[in-house]
């Protein structure tokens, strides 16, 4: 995947430590919506004018980005939704370790309406690749596939991490090539490589640490949670170029980890 016309976000600063690449809101907010798949849906309540009905949503994503959602006619949100499309979907990937607040959230805004006839078997293919499951009623009657047109995106990285996203950034960016695997290469570099990472910081960030942990990993680098004689830091250490997949990701980590023996 490549770099070019993509828009990086600056990279957080820890102490003196420069700035590094890294993906854009764009990128982080087309990622977290491409792992998550179940969010919560806001919509404007019939019965309460002016109040939002939230519900526990799955949803499949388009190419373009854009949430399809299986609904019946039955559930309120679809009844609120044919009396106003407006609505929104909050989507977060809390790993159910330190403070909720912290973790990377996104929020969609835009109109909910059901998806044309033409459409259709397209939307259906998409959805049941993601719920096998729901080739149960897919097909009954009351059932329909809604497809949210987004207006605006705001995302929340952490603490102090966040911004607006207009639809069409949010549209032309990607999931990051990472992202299946980062989870796995985090388990991996924590469990088996924990003096490599203190090396790495070491060498790519100018910090000398006791302990490490890597805490994510992307296609432009990883961030690092260090423990050091003036307390806990961050550091973001940018890889030696960017890594289209997995397998390149850790040929990179590699050649890091010998630079710093080297050094």
């Known amino acids: 995947m490549s770099s070019s016309g993509r828009k990086h976000a600056s990279g957080e600063v820890a102490g003196d430590q420069p700035s590094v690449p890294e993906p854009s809101f764009a990128e982080r907010a087309r990622t977290l919506m491409y792992l998550g798949r179940i969010g919560s849906l806001s919509t404007l309540s019939r019965k309460q004018p002016g109040f939002p009905f939230g519900s526990v949503m799955p949803y499949a994503l388009d190419e373009r980005g854009r949430p399809i959602f299986l609904v019946s006619t039955m559930a309120m949100h679809t009844q609120n939704l044919q009396a106003d499309p407006r609505a929104s979907l909050l989507v977060t990937r809390a790993d159910g370790e330190g403070d909720p607040l912290g973790a990377a959230r996104v929020t969609l805004m835009g ?153």
Do not use: C
């Open 111 to 263: 109109n909910v309406r059901p998806i044309a006839e033409p459409e259709v078997a397209k939307a259906r293919k998409l959805y049941l690749a993601s719920y096998a499951n729901s080739r149960y009623w897919v097909d009954f009657e009351d059932f329909s596939f809604y497809r949210m047109d987004v207006v605006d995106v705001y995302y929340v990285g952490g603490f102090g991490v966040m911004g607006w996203i207009s639809a069409s950034e949010y549209e032309r960016a990607q999931p990051d090539p990472l992202a299946d695997a980062a989870a796995g290469i985090v388990q991996h570099m924590n469990a088996d490589h924990k003096e490599a990472l203190i090396l790495l910081a070491r060498a790519f960030a100018g910090i000398e640490a006791q302990q490490a942990e890597m805490t994510s990993v992307d296609r432009l680098g990883f961030q690092l949670r260090l423990k050091t004689r003036d307390g806990v830091r961050g550091a973001r250490i940018a890889f030696l170029r960017e890594a289209s997949d997995p397998a390149e990701a850790r040929q990179v980590l590699v050649e890091m980890v010998h630079q710093a023996r080297q050094g």
